[in-house]
Antibody
């Protein structure tokens, strides 16, 4: 059974950079795309972007200018950096595994439990 | 930006049938997927490729597609089905993934 676990600071100051890591266990990180998805309190889900095990990335156009992602297959980990954060970036951040049907069609079969990141001074 | 539209809430009595719709211009070209999210938990995939059900998902949950609208149907609703449900798909170019705003299913 594949398991994902998010980790990182729960509090980030405005204008700083949010950084999160997702650790994958119970399965291989290679050969898959891995996504970050967030959910502000009481609101819906927003896809942030994903990274393939080779390092190829694709991001949500609304966030693209502020996102960096990386992957370390030796550690079975992938990471998200979101810079210039504001209160609007306060959310529960999930990592998830993509099931890729085509380059345009994919969905998420395994999710982490989520981690709350609050942007505040 | 591309949007998927869902009703904000649906209420049904136990044993009845709940139908949750999701509308979007690209749904005639793109598959839709459905997730169930219970309070304080991560979303769980319940339907993929419009109508396929992952293993372990009860048969009373089913999906269908017609034109630019997809529908999640829950037959014989049980108290445990009370949750938020989200549809997901891609914009017409497939450039990025979008979620609907979510539908809160209340079992009366």
């Amino acid at each position: 059974q594949v398991q994902l676990q998010e980790s990182g600071p729960g509090l980030v100051e405005p204008s700083e950079t949010l950084s999160l890591t997702c650790t994958v266990s119970g399965g291989s990180i290679s050969g898959y795309y891995w996504s970050w998805i967030r959910q502000p309190a009481g609101k819906g889900l927003e896809w942030i972007g994903h990274i393939y095990s080779s390092g190829t990335t694709n991001f949500n156009p609304s966030l693209k200018s502020r996102i960096t992602m990386s992957i370390d297959t030796s550690k079975s980990q992938f990471s998200l950096w979101l810079n210039s954060v504001t209160a609007a970036d306060t959310a529960v951040y999930y990592c998830a595994r993509d099931v890729t049907l085509t380059s345009q069609m994919y969905y998420f079969d395994y999710w982490g439990q989520g981690t709350l990141v609050t942007v505040s001074s | 930006s591309y949007e998927l539209t869902q009703p904000s809430s649906v209420s049904v009595s136990p044993g009845q049938t709940a139908r949750i719709t999701c509308s979007g211009d690209a749904l005639s070209k793109q598959y839709a997927y459905w997730y169930q999210q219970k309070t304080g938990q991560a979303p769980v995939l319940v339907i993929y490729k419009d109508s396929e059900r992952p293993s372990g998902i009860p048969e009373r949950l089913s999906g269908s597609s017609s034109g630019t609208t997809v529908t999640l149907t829950i037959s014989g609703v049980q108290a445990e089905d009370e949750a938020d449900y989200y549809c997901q798909s891609a914009d017409s170019s497939g450039a990025y993934q979008v979620f609907g705003g979510g539908t809160k299913l209340t079992v009366l």
